[in-house]
């Protein structure tokens, strides 16, 4: 899901909105062992340390699985409020990120559970749209 906003993206070079409705996460892929790996870099492959044209851009459907998750209650950040879910999510295009989810309560949670990413507004007024996770329902 995505909400109809002329916001910016806050991590452009992240993620995008995508084109079926799901944002797109922006991973790369070593073209010699197959490996996926988020954020895109062109440092060199994390397993076989291949770089240069061996390494293509993917973009990965912000779909994925949640491994763990931690209530937020206390933040430094003045950019979100508390409280907050944070969560590691394994995209099914293989990288395990951590990301905020979009219910800010953990109730209900459970590891294993299917994930969607969507963008929403931050926090702020005027804050630009951020890519966060929501349990698929059904
Ligand atoms: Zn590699």
Redesign the pocket.
């Known amino acids: 899901m995505i909400e109809k906003s002329d916001a910016p993206l806050a991590h452009p070079s992240l993620y995008g909105a995508g084109t079926e409705g799901v944002p797109v996460i922006f991973a790369g892929r ?1 073209t ?2 197959g ?1 996926v790996g988020f954020p895109r870099q062109a440092y060199g ?1 994390e ?2 340390g ?1 770089h240069g044209a061996a390494l293509a851009d993917m973009d990965l459907p912000a779909d994925g699985e949640l491994i763990s998750f931690a209530e937020v209650h206390r933040h430094h950040g003045a950019d979100i409020d508390t409280p907050f879910v944070m969560a590691e999510v394994r995209l099914d295009g293989g990288p395990l990120l951590r990301a905020t989810l979009a219910p800010r309560r953990a109730v209900g949670l459970k590891v294993g559970a299917r994930l969607r990413g969507m963008l929403v507004a931050g926090d702020r007024p005027g804050a630009a749209l951020e890519l966060r996770f929501a349990p698929v329902e059904g």
């Open positions: 070593c010699h062992c490996r492959c397993a076989c291949a």
